[in-house]
Antibody, heavy 122, light 110 residues
Framework: EVQLLESGGGLVQPGDSLRLSCAAS????????MNWVRQAPGKGLEWVSA????????YYADSLKGRFTISRDKFRNTLFLQMNSLRAEDTAVYYC???????????????WGQGTKVTVSS | QLVLTQSPSASASLGASVKLTCTLT???????IAWHQQQPEKGPRYLMK???????TKGDGIPDRFSGSSSGAERYLSISTLQSEDEADYYC????????FGGGTKLTVL
């Protein structure tokens, strides 16, 4: 069974850092690009970042301005999102999502995790 | 700029049918889109891809009640024989050099 399980969320103060993880199972992790998507309270889905299957290429939403870094570990089948200089507007549920086409950087997401909640507040 | 537009809300009665719309910006009318369902307090679930020729491919386990179609820059998600569990937010997604989501449509089953 294909499964994505996020962890690492929590309550942090403005300016803090946090690293999210997404453990993947049930598919060949190293063959698919992966993404992070977030959803602020009461709002819609917002794409955050993508990483190619090999990990060699990364992409970010313009709004992040270099504060976030996506990475992956093919040996642990895990996706990461390092978030620095956190702001109140980063408060959201963060989802990892798998791309549905082998080898494509961008494609329909065919599997989502259950999300991990990040709250940035003083 | 690639943008997806969805109506904020829709409603239909239990057992009836509904058609949700996702509109691509001008110049992107040949793009494929995906539909995702998000039930209350849950993560999104992939439903299907809808192509510009009107064809669609559904995700595993998606009931036959769900179907997709297309006309010009519009992509549709149709749900027949509405059930209470269909009450959810529905998002369309497309991609180019990044991923774009529509604002979502909140479907209420009356």
């Amino acid at each position: 069974e294909v499964q994505l399980l996020e962890s690492g969320g929590g309550l942090v103060q403005p300016g803090d850092s946090l690293r999210l993880s997404c453990a993947a199972s049930g598919f060949t992790f190293s063959s698919y690009a992966m993404n992070w998507v977030r959803q602020a309270p009461g709002k819609g889905l917002e794409w955050v970042s993508a990483i190619s299957a090999s990990g060699d290429y990364t992409y970010y939403a313009d709004s992040l301005k270099g504060r976030f870094t996506i990475s992956r570990d093919k040996f642990r089948n895990t996706l990461f999102l390092q978030m620095n200089s956190l702001r109140a507007e980063d408060t959201a549920v963060y989802y990892c999502a798998k791309v549905g086409s082998r080898g494509s950087y961008f494609h329909a997401f065919d599997m989502w995790g259950q999300g991990t909640k990040v709250t940035v507040s003083s | 700029q690639l943008v997806l537009t969805q109506s904020p809300s829709a409603s239909a009665s239990l057992g009836a049918s509904v058609k949700l719309t996702c509109t691509l910006t001008s110049g992107h009318s040949n793009y494929v889109i995906a539909w995702h369902q998000q039930q209350p307090e849950k993560g999104p679930r992939y439903l299907m891809k809808v192509y510009s020729d009107g064809s669609h491919t559904k995700g595993d386990g998606i009931p036959d009640r769900f179907s997709g179609s297309s006309s010009g820059a519009e992509r549709y998600l149709s749900i027949s024989t509405l059930q209470s569990e269909d009450e959810a937010d529905y998002y369309c997604q497309t991609w180019d050099t990044g991923t774009v989501f529509g604002g979502g449509t909140k479907l209420t089953v009356l």
